[in-house]
């Protein structure tokens, strides 16, 4: 069972839309529809933000959206806000009543 | 609200057990179709899922960690428990307490404890 692949970091400027990757293997992303997304900021819990690929928790902005194709699950953040200046995490079911993170992705708002 | 707090010591030494308290408040431990776990962050970082409990009582543990870790719940005091022997500095992190429905995601978190492995 290996992490899932993020990049280390993105960036992108107020207003703009950043795309985060996340990929795995067939046997968690490619198998199942239960990939969520956590973001966290400094000294803070993880918080959900995306579930079963594509679903927002009550609250929580449009501007965060997600989809996964094959392998590889991705969150887009548009409309960049300072704000969104965190860690994100993706998470996917892998199976056998386990789950696998990806190593985080730090985002940088300019 | 789901409320969960970790509490326990903040340094443990090298190859004797670390041993965790979740205290569950505005809602029962017991409840129904709900699954509670641990999650854990070494300093700087990614998160690494450690194993779960179903309120009937199955745990599922990472195949990492298998061989270390015991989950367990005191229903009398509403306290999810995490226990992981044999520690090494590498097992130093901040341990967070989880509760959720289902496997599409990790709703409600606790604070999260951290705990140091050194001498």
């Known amino acids: 069972q290996s992490a899932l692949t993020q990049p280390a970091s993105v960036s992108g400027s107020p207003g703009q839309s950043i795309t985060i990757s996340c990929t795995g293997t067939s046997s968690d992303v490619g198998s199942f529809n239960l990939v969520s997304w956590y973001q966290q900021h400094p000294g803070k819990a993880p918080k959900v933000i995306i579930y079963?690929?594509?679903k927002r928790p009550s609250g929580v902005s449009n501007r965060f959206s997600g989809s996964k194709s094959g392998n590889t699950a991705s969150l887009t953040i548009s409309g960049l806000q300072g704000e969104d200046e965190a860690d994100y995490y993706c998470?996917?079911?892998?199976?056998?009543?386990?789950?696998?993170f990806g190593g985080g992705t730090k985002l940088t708002v300019l | 609200q789901l409320q969960l707090m970790e509490s326990g010591p903040g340094l443990v030494k090298p190859s004797e057990t670390l041993s965790l308290t979740c205290t569950v408040t505005?809602?029962?431990?017991?409840?129904?179709?709900?699954?509670w776990g641990w999650i854990r962050q070494p300093p700087g970082k990614g998160l690494q899922w450690i194993g779960s409990l179903y309120y009937s009582g199955s745990t599922y543990y990472n195949p990492s960690l298998k061989s270390r870790v015991s989950i367990s719940v005191d229903t009398s005091n509403n306290h999810l428990s995490l226990k992981l022997s044999s520690v090494t500095a590498a097992d130093t992190a901040v341990y967070y307490c989880v509760g959720y429905f289902d496997w599409s995601s990790f709703d409600n978190w606790g604070q999260g404890t951290l705990v140091a492995v050194s001498s």
């Open positions: 505005d809602g029962s431990i017991s409840s129904s179709s709900y699954f």
């Open positions: 998470c996917s079911y892998a199976g056998e009543n386990t789950v696998v």
């Open positions: 079963e690929v594509t």
